[in-house]
C-alpha cells in the first residue's frame, strides 16, 4: 500500500494523472432588466433564465469534445407568444398570430478548441416558424419553443460551424 501511495504521489502532483479537462458552456445574461420578455411579476423571472442556461449547458455536455468552451453572454430575449394576464395561469403565453410572437434570443458567442477561437459573433436567433414543427418537448414545459430553437442553433451554428436556418 505505501509503495502505490509512493508511486501515486508524484504522479498526481506532475498532473500525470489528472483528468482531461471538460467542454464547457458559461453562459452571461447582460443587463437582464431590459430583455423584452422575462418578466414575471415586475423582475426577471429567474426560471426562465435558469432554464436556458441549463439547456445550453446541457447541449454543450452532449455535443462539445473535451478541449472546446463555449461562451455565450445573452443580450435579449423575447420569448414565443405573450404572456398571459390571468392571475389563475400567469405561466400560460398566448400566440395571437404567429408572425410577432415567435422565440427570438439576441446573443454574442465565442467557441474556443484547445485555447484558440474557431468560432465568435454576435446574431439573433429566431424561429419564425415554431408552430409548423414537430417539438418533442412536453407542452407544460415553460421554455419548449426556445429550447428546440436553441437545439437548432447550436447544432447548426457550433457544432457544424453553418449558419443557422430560420
Given at each position: ?14 498532473g ?20 423584452t ?12 433564465l ?46 395571437v ?37 414537430v ?32
Amino acid at each position: 500500500m505505501r509503495r502505490l501511495l509512493r508511486l501515486l504521489v508524484p504522479a498526481v502532483a506532475a498532473g500525470t494523472l489528472a483528468s482531461p479537462a471538460l467542454a464547457a458552456v458559461s453562459v452571461t445574461y447582460v443587463k437582464p432588466d431590459s430583455y423584452t420578455d422575462v418578466r414575471y411579476r415586475f423582475e426577471p423571472d429567474e426560471r426562465v433564465l435558469t432554464g436556458i442556461k441549463e439547456h445550453l449547458v446541457q447541449l454543450g455536455k452532449k455535443y462539445l469534445r473535451d478541449d472546446q468552451e463555449l461562451s455565450i453572454e445573452v443580450l435579449d430575449i423575447d420569448l414565443a407568444g405573450r404572456t398571459n394576464v390571468s392571475v389563475l395561469k400567469p405561466d400560460l403565453r398566448v400566440i395571437v398570430d404567429q408572425r410577432g410572437d415567435w422565440p427570438r434570443i439576441r446573443l454574442r458567442y465565442r467557441l474556443e478548441t484547445a485555447g484558440r477561437v474557431v468560432a465568435h459573433g454576435e446574431e439573433t436567433v429566431s424561429d419564425p416558424s415554431f408552430l409548423s414543427r414537430v417539438n418533442l418537448y412536453p407542452n407544460d414545459d415553460l421554455l419548449r419553443y426556445e429550447k428546440q430553437m436553441l437545439d437548432d442553433w447550436f447544432v447548426q451554428r457550433i457544432v457544424k460551424g453553418r449558419p443557422a436556418s430560420s
